[in-house]
């Protein structure tokens, strides 16, 4: 799956103050959020930025705090990816949970300038600038955050895992047990979680 | 190979690995899950369109409003009613209201709800306190903390350990405040980013349990994915204060340490004994630099307080500067204690009654002003001195006002004085 945007360009240590500043904290409707994504670090992002547009930045994008809110409005607002030399460690994992693509590639975002059409091929996680060969290669997920990306998000990734368990159920059941035993559950549960344990 | 204490920790939570190493992906089981009035409305939201009805385990979940409390607007008022309103529904007993809430770095370890050796997510990036208690504590997402309610666990990629060694007895007026900012300035905001930070060596077995709070709590500051102090005996005398005082569910607990022969990326040492109290400059946590440097820095708030640094032995350290004298006539001074046990032993011990006669203000327990929330915004131009834990732009108010972050004697110095100044000027 590929992703074509517009780059918008911001530097080092982008923190989620700057990101969605505090003042903002009293909703948590991605609408509203986005409304004022980036507004401490460049007050006319979101009267710009455009639906499928990227975010480009430096070392340590979204320190701080771990306001959700963060990604949230990110998305909210259109972005479809963000690339960053690196990521904050709690910014990272709430963009994987959200289900917004996050790419880590120092030389992406070293050639990518603020204008150019950047294309983002998501499931080799490679990124190019739009008409040109060169391909930078992005950290690529392992095992089971993938399927959580995949999913769209954690909570995408844990119904269906519900949902895997209660028709387990009802296979078992139908089978001829007359109860769901706390064994019968628990040994399902641990088979799907030793899969996703492998690196 | 031995395993670090992080390590330990994680492993012994693990589902389904006998062993561990940094970089590897696991789930694992969490002993305590915990939201604020901020956090917890987005995993709220989360956790009832799973359509559970119930959660993993009514005593392992914390919900307590603390960053816009007292609610400060109607919307604010909303988003704690959220909290208040699943915490009965689902017999959430750990939900804290005013009157008896604190801000959760410092309520929850008051209440003896986490323990050495535990494994413990919060909502909120400052859940790297706990390590102090040498339990295995970090900050996550709101979707992270529904899922946790829904079935006690979380996904971790397991951190490298960099330890850092601290030697040499702290000079008066320096605590665990100045150790870390000290520290930070020296690996930089992103110097421990997905690592663990172990704390360790005699300055740290000397440190009381506030001092190490304050150290953990701002290994976040670094990056870093948890700080962590090895239990010892003052770790323990605190925590059966804590368990015989409030009596949770929970009382028992392996305290665990790091191995002889543990794996470290990095080990940094820092002779401390020549180290003057820190101060961290706009715009970055990592900008420190001895107080003494700052010459002329003109102040108009102060703000003593937070989960950093709200706790008694900050509030006893800020009033022993204040007491008998008075805040500069260009200052606010906004004194919050992190708890409300600390708030009345405050008053108890004369602390508020100090801060009040030298002409400051004395409020109910909150993150308040630390964040930019309430109770002390900045207007443009204003420039804090503030124990609370970062300082980015913006931070406590408009984007054009200044925070430098201090320990609570170079904030109540600074009260006096107008300016960024230490106790000895007085």
């Keep these: 799956m590929k992703i074509k945007g517009k780059v918008h360009k911001f530097g080092d240590n982008i923190n989620t103050d700057e990101i969605i500043p505090a003042r903002y904290l009293y909703t948590i409707d991605p609408g509203e959020l986005a409304e004022h994504c980036m507004e401490d670090a460049d007050p006319r992002f979101a009267s710009r930025v455009n639906e499928g547009d990227i975010i480009v930045a430096g070392e340590n994008f979204g320190c701080g705090s771990s306001r959700e809110h963060a990604p949230i409005s990110i998305k909210g607002a259109g972005v479809s990816c963000v690339i960053a030399g690196s990521f904050a460690r709690i910014f990272y994992r709430n963009a994987i949970n959200t289900g917004l693509p996050i790419f880590t590639s120092p030389e992406a975002v070293k050639n990518l300038k603020k204008g150019d059409t950047a294309v983002v091929n998501i499931t080799k996680g490679e990124i190019s600038k739009s008409g040109r060969k060169t391909v930078y290669k992005a950290e690529v997920f392992p095992g089971f955050i993938k399927e959580i990306i995949k999913g769209g998000g954690l909570m995408a990734y844990a119904a269906k895992m519900e949902q895997g368990k209660a028709s387990q159920s009802r296979k078992t059941a139908g089978a001829g047990k007359s109860k769901k035993t706390k064994g019968g559950k628990a040994a399902v549960k641990k088979k799907k979680a030793g899969k996703k344990g492998k690196k | 190979m031995g395993y670090t204490i992080t390590e330990k920790i994680l492993l012994s939570h693990a589902l389904d690995v006998k062993h561990i190493a940094p970089g590897d992906f696991i789930k694992a089981k969490v002993d305590l899950c915990f939201g604020n009035d901020i956090t917890s409305p987005i995993a709220i939201k989360e956790f009832r369109r799973l359509g559970k009805d119930k959660v993993f385990n009514q005593n392992r979940i914390a919900l307590i409003p603390d960053h816009f409390i007292p609610a400060k607007d109607n919307r604010s008022a909303n988003q704690a009613k959220v909290l208040e309103s699943f915490a009965k529904e689902y017999g959430i007993s750990n939900y804290f209201e005013l009157g008896e809430m604190g801000v959760e770095h410092a309520l929850l370890p008051e209440r003896g709800l986490i323990l050495p050796g535990d494994l413990v997510i919060g909502a909120d990036s400052h859940t790297c306190t706990h390590g102090a208690l040498g339990a ?205 046990a600390i708030y009345k032993e405050a008053i108890d011990e004369g602390y508020a009654e100090a801060f009040v006669r030298a002409g400051g203000v004395f409020c109910t327990p909150s993150c308040g002003p630390c964040l930019g929330g309430h109770m002390g915004i900045l207007s443009e131009g204003e420039v804090a001195v503030a124990t609370t834990n970062r300082n980015f732009v913006g931070r406590m108010g408009h984007p054009k006002s200044f925070v430098y972050l201090s320990n609570p004697a170079i904030a109540a110095a600074s009260a006096v004085k107008g300016k960024i100044a230490h106790p000895a000027e007085l």
Aim: hydrophobic residues 40%.
């Design chain 2, 136 to 340: 295995f504590a970090t900050g996550v997402g709101s979707t992270d903390l529904a899922y946790a309610m829904a079935f006690g666990e979380c996904w971790f990629k397991v951190p490298e350990t960099i330890k850092l060694v601290f030697k040499g007895k702290p000079r008066k007026w320096v605590g665990g405040k100045d150790l870390i900012l000290h520290a930070i300035a020296d690996i930089g905001v992103s110097g421990a980013t997905y690592r663990s930070l172990e704390f360790t060596g005699e300055t740290i077995d000397m440190l009381p349990m506030d001092d190490r709070f304050s150290m953990c709590n701002m290994a976040i500051e670094a990056g870093a994915k948890n700080g962590i102090i090895e239990p010892d005996k003052t770790t323990e005398k605190y925590v059966k204060a804590a368990l015989r005082k409030y009596k949770p569910s929970r009382k028992s607990y392996k305290a665990v340490k790091s191995d002889k022969d543990a794996a470290y990326s990095d080990v940094r040492e820092y002779n401390i004994s020549r180290l003057e109290p820190f101060v961290a400059a706009p715009h970055l946590p990592s900008n420190g630099k001895p107080v003494s440097e700052f010459r002329n820095v003109r102040v108009d708030q102060v703000v003593i307080g937070s989960c950093t640094n709200g706790r008694i032995s900050d509030l006893k350290q800020a009033a022993a500067v204040l007491k008998n004298k008075k805040v500069n006539q260009n200052v606010r001074l906004v004194v919050i204690p992190a708890t409300q």
